[in-house]
T-cell receptor, first 111, second 111 residues
Framework: DGGITQSPKYLFRKEGQNVTLSCEQNLNHDAMYWYRQDPGQGLRLIYYSQIVNDFQKGDIAEGYSVSREKKESFPLTVTSAQKNPTAFYLC??????????FGSGTQLSVL | QKEVEQDPGPLSVPEGAIVSLNCTYSNSAFQYFMWYRQYSRKGPELLMY????GNKEDGRFTAQVDKSSKYISLFIRDSQPSDSATYLCAPGDNQGGKLIFGQGTELSVKP
């Protein structure tokens, strides 16, 4: 089945720890995105990548880092510099006509 | 001024009611207008896609775009409990790059 796979579904971070969220797609899309969603709020863009080996900061990039070494993969690292990391994280890829396809999300919580 | 503003809700209606969900936007470069539906703790899924001003109907759903006033709406007829979800508007341009979402309207349809 074609789609976006995010893992893990739930993740816990200890203070001072970096954690990495995985995002894999087999839709052959060039562009991929990471969004953060807080309760009762919309989606805020963290980082996006339009092509392999290139990515741009979104609106709330501080405390996060990404890489795009392969077309299929766009992992997000939440660093210890992100002081309020508890949120629902969504990865997406963009198909034709700007349509986004989302993964099922990762809920990150702080221990 | 935010690029996209959406009526925040939450909105609670009885089954069978007509629902109107609304967004305004500020960027006249937007040419595509999408509505995404998000069930609790799931990734958003594309519900409606329109291009240019006018109406588009798909079953019980109608998307309406008024470019002159920068106003987009989603109407749901004969609403069902299964329509209970958060609805996100998302306009886009054809330049690629980052996409902007409204903050979402949480809808609850009571049996």
């Amino acid at each position: 089945d074609g789609g976006i796979t995010q893992s893990p579904k739930y993740l816990f971070r200890k203070e001072g720890q970096n954690v990495t969220l995985s995002c894999e797609q087999n839709l052959n899309h060039d562009a991929m995105y990471w969004y953060r969603q807080d309760p009762g709020q919309g989606l805020r863009l963290i980082y996006y990548s339009q092509i392999v080996n290139d990515f741009q900061k979104g609106d709330i990039a501080e405390g996060y880092s990404v890489s795009r070494e392969k077309k299929e993969s766009f992992p997000l690292t939440v660093t210890s510099a992100q002081k309020n990391p508890t949120a629902f994280y969504l990865c997406a890829s963009r198909g034709s006509l700007e349509k986004l396809f989302f993964g099922s999300g990762t809920q990150l919580s702080v221990l | 001024q935010k690029e996209v503003e959406q009526d925040p809700g939450p909105l609670s209606v009885p089954e069978g009611a007509i629902v109107s969900l609304n967004c305004t936007y500020s960027n006249s470069a937007f040419q595509y207008f999408m509505w995404y539906r998000q069930y609790s703790r799931k990734g958003p899924e594309l519900l409606m896609y329109t291009y240019s001003s006018g109406n588009k109907e798909d079953g019980r759903f109608t998307a309406q775009v008024d470019k002159s006033s920068k106003y987009i709406s989603l109407f749901i007829r004969d609403s069902q409990p299964s329509d209970s979800a958060t609805y996100l508007c998302a306009p886009g341009d054809n330049q690629g790059g980052k996409l902007i979402f409204g903050q979402g309207t949480e809808l609850s349809v009571k049996p």
